[in-house]
């Protein structure tokens, strides 16, 4: 706790409020977020002061090209179960760093098999707070739409 943290790939410096087995609870800002370890890098003290030099009033400019450039929906089409849960578990966490309320992720129908893999991946989360079909001349149950906490 108290410790600062970068999560990875990203310009984004939170402060750690409270550690879990998976996941860290993050203060990012003004936004409280919570985002798995693996995704995290604690950050020395030097690096929290360069960083904090790049920022202008208590943004970063990374965040703000990301918050211009973010789609509320991904599409995972094509991909392979575990490339997908990679593409979906970044989306949602900038989502959530992001303040979203709702995302949708584009699987396609097919089998079912994607959608399936993906909904049961994201259910084992609290900050999600729902996952239902879009409406039916919206794509059905080839796109899900997930609820943020």
Known sequence: MGDYVKIKGQDTIGEVLALGQK????MLGELKSKIKLNRLERMSKTAIKKEKKKSFSGTSTGMVERSTNFNHQIDVRGMRAEE???????????AMVLGYNEVSILHGRGDGILRR??????????????????????????????GLA
Do not use: C, P
Not at 84 to 94: P, S
């Open 117 to 146: 893999f993906i909904r049961d991946y994201l259910r084992q989360y609290n900050y999600v707070k729902s996952l239902k079909n879009e409406h039916e001349e919206r794509g059905g149950d080839g796109i899900t739409l997930v």
């Open 84 to 94: 997908a849960i990679q593409a979906v578990d970044r989306f949602i966490d900038d």
């Open 23 to 26: 996941e860290a609870e993050i």
